[in-house]
């Protein structure tokens, strides 16, 4: 394709170039790998010395770099910056042909809406509805009354099971399952019976869920993905989950059943969330947490059980000190027990 100079690079993102604005840019790349006719992007101060010796062409920065004679685009938000300039370098998607392939199984009574493309060897059951322009791509199940909405990408080997709800411009990738059985069993006499799970999942608009993670079912009613959240690859979500909007959800995280994420909530990865808790707007839990509670709005947490940032920082530092703390108490029983002797000694006298 054709190149950007970095004047045009720099109006495209609303920044401001630190040095030849005649520069053509012809591709994008990380700060090892890129290399001259590449632009990339210094996101965090401990990557400046990456940035230093960078191959790039320009560099995306919050402020000149230090060391380096690289061009740089000064901008409030490297990262932003970066995505708008992906957008125009990046390989254009795969395109299909809208309508239904020859090999795709599709009920005679689903709703396929213009311009959207059904692929090989994909299932859509009975009274099912895809949206305008929604790319289903080969081998998708889509069960039974399942409703999507238009403009989403469904990839290969996606499960939407029956009655689930998709909104607008959804994202889901390979291995996903949508609607799965709620893990609900009562025991008795030693036996586990399963309890049947009637209730369906629904994932509004903007709503982009990674590969191979599990949505499941409400066990009646409803489990919800709110607006804009996202949700990162082998992430689990219980029955009669509900998740705010804007949430991010990173890997391997572990959502009990009826737990409740409110608005911007930010799980970091291997997060276990317990059942029938709330963790309120805006609130954090970092990598490998445990959370039992309800979080307050606003809230840091990390550790296992999970606790306020802080707390957990004197803690952890109380830890590192317990060998010497230790050692100083079996030195005062000592001293004690010595003086104890000397005391008794002293009143035998």
Same mark, same amino acid.
């Given at each position: 394709?054709?190149?950007?100079?970095?004047?045009?690079?720099?109006?495209?993102? #609303?920044?401001?170039?630190?040095? /030849?604005?005649?520069?053509?840019?012809?591709?994008?790349?990380?700060?090892?790998?890129?290399?001259?006719?590449?632009?990339?992007?210094?996101?965090?101060?401990?990557?400046?010395?990456?940035?230093?010796?960078?191959?790039?062409?320009?560099?995306?920065?919050?402020?000149?770099?230090?060391?380096?004679?690289?061009?740089?685009?000064?901008?409030?938000?490297?990262?932003?910056?970066?995505?708008?300039?992906?957008?125009?370098?990046?390989?254009?998607?795969?395109?299909?042909?809208?309508?239904?392939? %020859?090999?795709?199984?599709?009920?005679?009574?689903?709703?396929?809406?213009?311009?959207?493309?059904?692929?090989?060897? !994909?299932? +859509?059951?009975?009274?099912?509805?895809?949206?305008?322009?929604?790319?289903?791509?080969?081998?998708?199940?889509?069960?039974?009354?399942?409703?999507?909405?238009?403009?989403?990408?469904?990839?290969?080997?996606?499960?939407?099971?029956?009655?689930?709800?998709?909104?607008?411009?959804?994202?889901?990738?390979?291995?996903?399952?949508?609607?799965?059985? #709620?893990?609900?069993?009562?025991?008795?006499?030693?036996? *586990? *019976?399963?309890?049947?799970?009637?209730?369906?999942?629904?994932?509004?608009?903007?709503?982009?869920?990674?590969?191979?993670?599990?949505?499941?079912?409400?066990? !009646?009613?409803?489990?919800?993905?709110?607006?804009?959240?996202?949700?990162?690859?082998?992430?689990?979500?219980?029955?009669?989950? /509900?998740?705010?909007? /804007?949430?991010?959800?990173?890997?391997?995280?572990?959502?009990?059943? !009826?737990?409740?994420? %409110?608005?911007?909530?930010?799980?970091?990865?291997?997060?276990?969330?317990?059942?029938?808790?709330?963790?309120?707007?805006?609130?954090?839990?970092?990598?490998?947490?445990?959370?039992?509670?309800?979080?307050?709005?606003?809230? +840091?947490?990390?550790?296992?059980?999970?606790?306020?940032?802080?707390?957990?920082?004197?803690?952890?530092?109380?830890?590192?000190?317990?060998?010497?703390?230790?050692?100083?108490?079996?030195?005062?029983?000592?001293?004690?027990?010595?003086?104890?002797?000397?005391?008794?000694?002293?009143?035998?006298?």
């Amino acid at each position: 394709m054709m190149g950007m100079t970095l004047a045009q690079v720099a109006e495209r993102v #609303g920044g401001r170039v630190l040095g /030849d604005p005649e520069v053509v840019i012809t591709g994008i790349g990380s700060l090892e790998e890129a290399g001259p006719g590449d632009i990339t992007f210094l996101s965090h101060p401990r990557y400046a010395r990456l940035a230093r010796t960078t191959r790039a062409s320009a560099v995306l920065a919050r402020e000149r770099i230090e060391g380096t004679e690289v061009q740089v685009i000064q901008v409030s938000n490297p990262d932003w910056a970066f995505a708008l300039i992906a957008e125009v370098f990046a390989p254009a998607p795969p395109r299909f042909a809208p309508g239904i392939h %020859e090999l795709a199984v599709v009920a005679e009574d689903v709703s396929v809406g213009e311009g959207a493309s059904i692929q090989a060897l !994909s299932v +859509v059951e009975g009274n099912a509805r895809i949206g305008d322009r929604t790319l289903v791509y080969p081998q998708v199940y889509i069960g039974h009354r399942a409703e999507i909405g238009c403009d989403c990408r469904i990839y290969p080997r996606v499960v939407i099971r029956e009655r689930c709800v998709i909104g607008n411009r959804v994202i889901i990738h390979s291995g996903a399952v949508i609607g799965s059985d #709620g893990f609900g069993y009562v025991t008795l006499e030693g036996e *586990h *019976h399963k309890i049947p799970q009637v209730g369906r999942v629904v994932i509004e608009d903007d709503v982009e869920i990674g590969a191979n993670c599990a949505i499941d079912r409400a066990r !009646s009613g409803e489990t919800r993905v709110r607006r804009g959240t996202k949700i990162d690859n082998l992430v689990q979500i219980g029955h009669n989950c /509900d998740i705010g909007e /804007d949430c991010i959800i990173v890997g391997q995280c572990g959502l009990s059943g !009826s737990t409740t994420l %409110e608005d911007h909530v930010v799980l970091g990865g291997q997060v276990g969330l317990a059942d029938h808790i709330r963790i309120g707007a805006g609130a954090q839990v970092a990598a490998k947490s445990g959370v039992a509670r309800d979080m307050p709005a606003g809230a +840091v947490y990390r550790g296992n059980p999970a606790t306020d940032k802080n707390r957990f920082a004197r803690q952890q530092v109380a830890v590192r000190r317990l060998p010497r703390i230790i050692e100083q108490l079996r030195e005062l029983s000592k001293r004690v027990e010595r003086l104890e002797s000397a005391a008794h000694d002293s009143k035998r006298s």
